[in-house]
């Protein structure tokens, strides 16, 4: 009897960890509304107790807080996802630049889009995986629908352990191939040469972004024009595009601001211009968003660079984790994103400052004119 208690007990008090989870969240907007009274929040608690008793369909009684907070941000933030305390986990995992894995990039523009791969290793393009190939499946689940950091977190694993990808070609034809994880360590930025043009690709904003762009700026010959190649980029951490920024740009300019719902920040430089003015020309497609967007804004509005190329997604706006105590995680977007100008890109994109090709501004750069 004992014991029946204890178990009795356990399961009462998760479910009251997880139903105090959703009563927080959905009191964000307490003051605005007034569903949220007591005979509601009864009346929710009760439905969850019936589900979980009666429905013939529950074999997990402890997801449905969770599945019901996950449908929820789903609904009303396209960006934003619910992490269960193991995804989180495998998450968080993801976050090094050392890790076990096959070479490859994410790339997802919103949560519910497609995912796209971008192979990094010659490996990867010699078994036929190319940039943009669609992913469809991960050790055989699917991934529509789903989050690329969890998806991302799927693809990696300890070191010599084998995974399995579908892949839709653009040719619609489905490639099956099983990789071996290896031992991996991902620059964000290298040096890349296209059409006889020296450029400097940045792959994703990620913490070690700043400090890797800044050896490479430090060292690259003043003979060459500068030309940092963002097409493909899907942002990342928006934090490090701020910091590459400042890299770029004048002590005291201001590169970017956010507008939360009750706050304003500005961030301004706090370093001199590495280059001390050089010209910078920036190449952007419809794949370049978020991050890659704030660090073209940034530098053009402050006519500090041209960007050359297509106009870029348009994602406007950031997104945070947010830890839960009991080790879940809500991924929310919380602010909007203006540029210097004072204006908001969000689902507008970014159009190239100039119509001129790359190879026409070497050319006019290398002439001894600028722009």
């Not at 360590?185 to 792959?203: L, P, R, S, W």
């Not at 690259?220 to 740009?249: C, E, H, Q, Y």
């Not at 190329?309 to 909007?336: E, H, R």
Request: proline share 3%; glycine share 6%; net charge neutral.
């Amino acid at each position: 009897m004992r014991l029946n208690c204890l178990i009795n007990y356990k399961i009462v008090r998760e479910r009251l960890t997880l139903f105090s989870i959703i009563l927080s969240f959905l009191l964000i907007e307490a003051h605005a509304t007034e569903w949220y009274r007591n005979d509601d929040m009864a009346s929710l608690y009760e439905s969850i107790t019936k589900i979980s008793s009666e429905s013939l369909y529950v074999k997990d009684q402890k997801s449905i807080p969770q599945d019901l907070l996950k449908n929820y941000i789903h609904k009303i933030d396209l960006y934003g996802d619910y992490f269960t305390k193991n995804e989180y986990k495998a998450f968080q995992n993801t976050l090094s630049v050392e890790y076990a894995g096959i070479g490859m990039m994410l790339y997802q523009q919103e949560r519910s889009g497609k995912i796209l791969c971008i192979p990094t290793s010659e490996h990867l393009i010699e078994e036929g995986i190319s940039k943009y190939d669609q992913l469809v499946s991960v050790d055989g689940r699917p991934v529509e629908g789903k989050n690329f950091y969890l998806v991302s977190s799927w693809i990696r694993g300890a070191k010599n352990s084998s995974v399995e990808l579908e892949i839709l070609k653009s040719s619609g034809q489905l490639h099956q191939i099983k990789l071996k994880r290896t031992q991996q360590h991902f620059h964000t930025t290298q040096k890349v040469t296209e059409n006889g043009i020296a450029m400097i690709q940045i792959i994703r904003f990620m913490s070690e972004t700043p400090q890797e762009l800044q050896e490479i700026l430090e060292k690259w010959p003043k003979t060459i024009p500068m030309v940092i190649d963002l097409r493909g980029n899907g942002g990342g951490d928006l934090f490090a595009a701020i910091k590459s920024a400042d890299l770029l740009l004048p002590k005291d300019t201001l590169i970017i601001s956010i507008e939360t719902k009750t706050k304003h920040f500005d961030y301004h430089t706090s370093t001199p211009d590495i280059l001390q003015g050089r010209v910078v020309y920036l190449l952007q497609d419809k794949f370049t968003a978020s991050a890659s967007e704030v660090f073209i804004a940034a530098l053009t509005q402050n006519n500090r660079a041209k960007s050359i190329g297509k106009k870029s997604f348009g994602k406007g706006v950031a997104q945070k984790f947010i830890p839960l105590n009991n080790g879940d995680a809500l991924l929310l977007t919380y602010g909007k994103i203006i540029t210097p100008n004072g204006k908001n890109y969000h689902n507008i994109g970014l159009i190239p400052t100039s119509d001129l090709s790359l190879k026409e501004h070497i050319d006019i750069s290398l002439s001894g004119n600028t722009f």
